[in-house]
């Protein structure tokens, strides 16, 4: 039974808000509203035991503002003061602070916040902007319900992936790492673009991923986690034992209609994270976006389910609009480029100016960085200029047909 007893969708007790889902965006909304709203009564109703599932969210110092930064940490549990890539013919390190933040610390830090104002293991079955019914048919009432459940799994959104399988593994002796590697390229490509990411958290513990840029977003967890072993042993890292597992399959969005998009779901609920469309367009990370949202709800006078719904989808679209040109450079990646070649382009990437790079990952970019990336992008071999210009058009229908094509490509390997 939940802690907080139905109200029978009366206006009986009708709290202010209440969050569906326990992941990420309605964790950092539930933080914010606690700290600056503590007249409003809301609370979270997550369906697993914990709130956040079994995450490590990594973002770049650049990416959210200095004083967010401050705000968030009690939630960091590792930093690092430099990251670095690896190409094939290029190695770079970049003095930009890098931190993560683990659900397990985000449940640690955010469920003694909202004790009671928590209900955790509890399904929510359905939902509408003014009630929300649990799994034993209780219906909870509330002036404004936001829909935080993740992303859905049929949208009218061409994509791409990233998907990966990361060991966070104890080695039996110290590995010697002390960057964030976020991306080890030197690895043999397979499936699209494929790197290695490494996060050292003590001089014995260290989190491998073995991601990949693909077209598709089937995900062969043992072959991977073969993979990251054997790139443990070729580093000669001897595991002691693996700590945790995690596996993830990230949109990369090539094009997608935003009308369609939110014309589905449950209607006039207002959303929230992934399933609102906030996160970056290219790596598929929501925690700059899923903050910002975050704030700019805490800020809202009225929030009332319709005010909400208003906000969000003005919000979304307007980032939607805004990033356009990252997805270009997706479908650049995925359907101008064979899969083979995205690594080269991205090793042409990585030899853009630091501060440009720190920009893209913020989703921040000038007009003058965009001609630059274009310029390092498109200009120099080996993109067709052709296929290139081929990638400018943006519609969902049209990217399925190129991407599926693209797949006859076959990868290296
Ligand atoms: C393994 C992994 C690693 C990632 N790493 C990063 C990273 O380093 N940095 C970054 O910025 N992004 C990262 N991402 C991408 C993205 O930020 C995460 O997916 C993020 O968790 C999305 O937040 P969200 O709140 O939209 O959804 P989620 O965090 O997935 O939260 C949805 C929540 O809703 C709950 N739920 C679903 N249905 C119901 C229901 N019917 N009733 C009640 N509760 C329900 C789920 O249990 C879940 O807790 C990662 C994603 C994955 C999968």
């Known amino acids: ?150 992303p859905e799994t049929d949208t009218p959104l061409a994509l791409g992936f990233q998907k990966f399988v990361g060991l966070e593994i104890e080695t039996e002796t110290p590995h010697g790492e002390t960057v964030a590697m976020i991306m080890d390229a030197t690895v043999a490509q397979l499936d699209g673009y494929r790197f290695v990411y490494t996060l050292p958290f003590s001089a014995t513990r260290i989190l491998i991923e073995d991601t990949y840029y693909s077209d598709t977003p089937e995900l062969d967890a043992a072959t991977l986690s073969e993979r990251v072993r054997a790139y443990a042993s070729a580093k000669g890292w001897r595991i002691q034992r693996v700590v945790r597992e995690e596996r993830g399959v990230l949109p990369v969005v090539l094009a997608g209609d935003m009308d369609a998009f939110w014309q589905r779901g449950d209607p006039g609920v207002p959303r929230a994270g992934l399933r609102a469309s906030l996160f970056h367009p290219t790596t598929g990370y929501s925690l700059p976006d899923a903050l910002a949202f975050a704030d700019s709800l805490a800020a809202l006078p009225d929030l009332s389910s319709v005010a909400v719904r208003a906000h969000v989808e003005r919000h979304a679209r307007a980032l939607w609009t805004d990033r356009a040109f990252f997805r270009l450079l997706n479908r650049m990646l995925f359907i101008a480029a064979t899969p083979a070649e995205r690594v080269h382009i991205l090793e042409r990437f990585y030899r853009l100016p630091s501060a440009l790079i720190d920009r893209f990952f913020a989703a921040r970019l000038t007009a003058a960085d965009k001609a630059l990336i274009m310029m390092y992008m498109a200009a120099k071999p080996p993109l067709p200029f052709f296929k290139a210009v081929g990638a400018l058009g943006e519609t969902p229908a049209w990217a399925f047909a190129r991407r599926a094509a693209n797949r006859n490509v076959r990868p290296v390997s």
């Not at 970049?94 to 909202?114: G, M, N």
């Open 1 to 150: 039974m939940p802690a907080r007893p139905s109200n029978g969708g009366s206006d009986a007790r009708k709290p202010d808000l209440i969050l569906v889902g326990g992941g990420l965006a309605n964790s950092l909304i539930a933080w914010r509203l606690a700290a600056l709203r503590p007249e409003l009564d809301f609370f979270v109703i997550e369906r697993g035991s914990t709130l956040g599932g079994n995450h490590t969210w990594s973002f770049h110092d650049s990416d959210i503002p200095a004083a967010a930064l401050l705000d968030l940490r009690p939630f960091i549990f590792a930093s690092w003061p430099r990251q670095g890539v690896r190409f094939p013919g290029h190695a770079r390190s970049f003095d930009v602070p890098y931190h993560a933040i683990s659900s397990e610390r985000l449940h640690e830090v955010l469920s003694r916040t909202l004790g009671s104002r928590l209900l955790l293991n509890q399904d929510v079955t359905a939902l509408t902007p003014a009630q929300v019914t649990l799994a034993d048919q209780s219906v909870i009432a509330a002036n404004c319900v936001i829909d935080g459940r993740g």
